[in-house]
């Protein structure tokens, strides 16, 4: 972990070149310029999107720490090799004629709620809606591992995709490990399909890793190398970022399963610049979704002006993919406070206050939704 360390001392000294300056740890100052730039790039899943089971490319949340790589599916080959009896070398049409499953995924990116702690750890400035739920298609990780013949001394599996960049002062290409049994899970999907459509360029075309219950990180786009290792990878989107940590130079433990959390569409309509909400006195069917990578969901209350009251709870399409959430409310003028938490089978629940740590990670506090009710003028 002394190699971790180091390159952390060099981000701090040198800013990468030609980028807007942002500081190095985390920060009760204003927005930065680099985190505005980045926030455009990626973008959230508008929370009204909530209405709707599965969320349309688009409305997604996109999460791309380098630059989009632009894939032509006619060269484009999938390696799979290292600890395994036979290496296999496949084209998209070869992958296409395997069998193939449709998984519904609610995926989180780790980040999510990260710009509302204090201090704000400086990275992607996600508010809360770093998330979404789609259908993906494609071949089960595990029947081309089969196929490859995984070794008895397997470890991992390592991921890498065809984008590169810097990060942390390191030059690297996109890559990222899974523990060996997570791998052989029946739910993993290689996918090339999001949705029954093509995957799209921001969404990893032509191929990309799917992890149902892990956060974003672990599900590589522009998937290229599938490497079966016998030792832990040491990469750094796996041993210097993704880790909760408590300062710079604790080496943390690593992000994997996606914490409880649930969301509310906001009611009423919004104010253009602040989004306040306003809505009329009277009846409105508060809703929301709600999922866990760690169990299924089991409950969800909804807090008004403090007061608890449970959820009526609707099935989920899948595992790990989002369940809805409904409430009838009726609305009395003035000022309220809106809240929704969940809890899982695990018995894990959202925390009030914010989980802070060093990299602005796995934050699944409760969402607060402000709403002003008065009678229309
Ligand atoms: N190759 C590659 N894969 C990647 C990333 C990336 O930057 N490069 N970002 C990861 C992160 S942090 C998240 S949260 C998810 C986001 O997936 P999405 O953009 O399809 O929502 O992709 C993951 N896979
Ligand atoms: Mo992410």
Request: proline fraction near 9%.
């Amino acid at each position: 972990m002394t190699e971790i360390k180091e390159d952390r001392q060099e981000t701090a000294a040198t800013p990468a070149t030609g980028a807007p300056q942002a500081p190095a740890g985390p920060t009760d100052g204003p927005l930065t310029a680099a985190e505005l730039q980045l926030s455009a790039r990626n973008h959230s899943m508008p929370l009204e999107a909530l209405r709707r089971e599965v969320t349309p490319p688009g409305l997604h949340y996109v999460l791309t720490h380098f630059d989009i790589p632009d894939i032509d599916p006619a060269s484009w080959h999938l390696l799979i090799g290292g600890a395994v009896e036979r290496s296999l070398e496949l084209g998209m049409a070869a992958l296409r004629r395997d069998p193939a499953i449709t998984v519904p995924v609610t995926l989180e990116c780790a980040g999510n709620g990260r710009s509302l702690l204090t201090p704000r750890p400086v990275s992607q400035p996600w508010v809360m809606e770093g998330v979404g739920t789609a259908y993906w298609t494609g071949v089960p990780l595990a029947y081309l591992l089969g196929k490859a013949g995984v070794l008895p001394n397997a470890r991992e599996v390592v991921f890498s995709g065809a984008d590169s960049g810097i990060q942390g002062g390191v030059t690297q290409r996109y890559a990222r490990s899974l523990p060996i049994r997570e791998a052989l899970r029946a739910d993993v999907v290689l996918a090339y399909s999001m949705n029954g459509g093509d995957l799209p360029p921001q969404h990893g075309y032509p191929l990309r890793l799917v992890v149902p219950g892990w956060y974003g990180m672990a599900s590589v786009k522009w998937l290229e190398s599938i490497e079966v290792v016998t030792t832990a990878f040491t990469g750094y989107q796996q041993a210097v970022a993704y880790r909760y940590q408590d300062n710079a130079d604790d080496a943390g433990t690593p992000v994997s399963r996606i914490r409880v959390r649930s969301l509310m569409v906001p009611p009423g309509i919004p104010d253009f610049l602040t989004r306040n909400r306003t809505l009329v006195p009277g009846p409105v069917l508060l809703q929301g979704r709600a999922w866990s990578g760690g169990g299924a969901v089991t409950g969800v209350e909804v807090g008004i002006d403090g007061t608890w009251l449970p959820a009526q709870l609707e099935k989920a399409p899948g595992g790990f993919a989002w369940r809805r959430w409904t409430l009838p409310w009726v609305a009395e003028p003035g000022d309220h406070v809106l809240s929704c938490r969940a809890t899982d089978s695990t018995g894990a629940t959202q925390p009030l206050g914010q989980n802070w740590n060093y990299q602005g990670l796995g934050n699944n506090m409760v969402q607060q939704v402000r709403v002003t009710v008065s009678a229309p003028s």
